[in-house]
């Protein structure tokens, strides 16, 4: 069986490489702070 690839839960168009430390959301590079491992929605307060 081949890879699977996953898209972005935020944007859904990139493929998701990063995974959100507190919510766990699959997100792009553009949706990702490599800083505080958080997604971009996590990082606004956006996500609870």
Do not use: F, P, W
């Not at 081949?2 to 430390?21: D, F, H, R, T, W």
Request: hydrophobic share 25%; net charge positive; proline share 0%.
């Amino acid at each position: 069986m081949g890879e699977y690839l996953v898209k972005c839960q935020i944007c859904s168009k990139k493929i998701a490489n990063n995974v959100c430390k507190k919510c766990g959301n699959n997100v792009c590079e553009d949706h990702y702070d490599t800083l505080t491992g958080l997604c971009s929605a996590c990082k606004q307060g956006k996500r609870v």
